[in-house]
């Protein structure tokens, strides 16, 4: 049997088991897609190429577009002047508590840029987990914001070890900083149209249609977006999650979309996501020294997302370290800028291993913490 042929069967047996293992040991279905997926690479069962690569890589979008339409662009405009002062207060105290980490623990000034990182895409998973509360809505719009942040630092530091301090460096920034304008403007201009010309949403997307108009023009902004974004040398997950927001706020009409989309995410694009990344874990090459630093970097990356959230302590009560908890997910943008930091040699083999396991172990603490402290203040509440 030739080894694309076994990938293939590998994949097939995963996407078919993955929800009979969940629910009889009541895990998150991605822990258990991420957990076969590095037993089915250790084995052999399971090898990177090319297609498995692009898929991987494509759900991950999918999985960003499909949280960006869980934010609504006028719900997070209408946010309170104390939300907005917090939330910048939470993401301040998360970089000076990551600058006293480094100062302690000695690490590399690399981990400015990779401890404070935040990413709502895997927050989905949660909500598939715990349904959508209060916490959880204030943590993706809260998110939102430090997503947007730690693409703009990552882009600048991409920027910075592939040109170094240089006029093409400013020029990124300058590009970076004109499309997040130029978005700006486009959604300004359409919310104008739609304010003159409301029944063209209707039209664009109706309620009832038996070609699918809205799922076409979802994947056709999808993609389209993609491309743009690879032209101009951006980082494409800013481009998916814009599209979710766009389709979100402006055609909240149509109900439905979000369901038609996510079968096919949850169904099968995300679940190989899940599994690639659970495949880069090679469990016989963790020693007892990784495993300790593992857990380091995991609990204390889990620990100042912990503290920083108890400036939102007034408005969330009990609920507060869950909202630290569902924001310590940032699994893709800490495997990109390891990998990216790796092979400009700001990281060694030893710390780009450390990272990637973190990265996928902080999901498993999360996922099962978040699933352990909401079944035991539902219990309370019963």
């Known amino acids: 049997m030739s080894a694309d042929i076994a990938l293939i069967i590998t994949l097939s047996v995963i996407l078919l088991i993955s929800p009979f293992i969940s629910n009889t040991l009541k895990l998150p279905i991605s822990m258990v897609e991420m957990g076969l997926g590095s037993l089915a690479a250790a084995f052999g069962f399971l090898h990177h190429n090319e297609i498995f690569s692009l898929l991987a890589e494509v759900g991950f979008l999918y999985l960003m577009l499909l949280a960006g339409m869980e934010v609504d662009l006028k719900d997070i405009l209408k946010l309170g002047k104390s939300i907005y002062k917090k939330a910048f207060l939470f993401l301040l105290f998360l970089y000076l508590l990551s600058f006293l980490v ?22 989905l998973s949660i909500q598939q987990e715990v349904g959508k509360t209060p916490w959880l809505d204030l943590a993706i719009k809260v998110g939102v914001i430090g997503e947007l942040l730690s693409i703009l630092v990552l882009t600048i530091i991409s920027g910075y070890f592939e040109v170094g301090f240089s006029a093409k460096l400013f020029l990124n920034i300058f590009i970076l900083l004109l499309f997040i304008a130029t978005l700006a403007f486009v959604f300004l201009m359409f919310r104008t149209l739609l304010w003159w010309y409301p029944q063209l949403k209707l039209y664009l997307m109706p309620r009832r249609d038996r070609y699918y108009q809205d799922v076409r023009i979802a994947m056709s902004l999808f993609f389209i977006m993609i491309a743009i974004m690879i ?26 979309l979000e369901h038609k989309l996510a079968p096919f995410g949850f169904g099968f694009l995300i679940t190989i996501f899940f599994v690639h990344v659970g495949s ?3 469990i016989f090459k963790i020693n007892f020294s990784m495993i300790l630093d593992v857990l380091k970097i995991t609990f204390l990356m889990i620990g100042i997302r912990v503290v920083s959230a108890f400036v939102f302590f007034k408005e969330l009560k009990k609920d507060t370290i869950l909202f630290g908890l569902s924001l310590s997910m940032p699994l893709t943008l800490m495997i990109a800028t390891a990998t990216l930091a790796y092979q400009n040699h700001k990281l ?25 402290i909401n079944k035991l203040q539902f219990h309370k509440k019963g």
Request: glycine share 6%; net charge negative; aromatic share 14%.
């Open 231 to 256: 032209t101009l040398h951006l980082d494409v997950v800013l481009g998916a999650f814009v599209v979710g927001v766009f389709l979100r706020t402006f055609f909240e009409h149509n109900h439905d």
């Open 280 to 282: 880069n874990i090679n």
């Open 348 to 372: 060694d083999e030893y710390w780009y291993t450390i990272l990637i396991t973190a990265s996928v172990i902080e999901v498993l603490v999360v996922m099962l913490g978040v699933k352990l």
């Open 102 to 123: 480094i100062y302690i623990f000695h690490f590399s000034l690399v981990f400015v840029v990779i401890l404070p990182l935040i990413s709502i895409g895997l927050l």
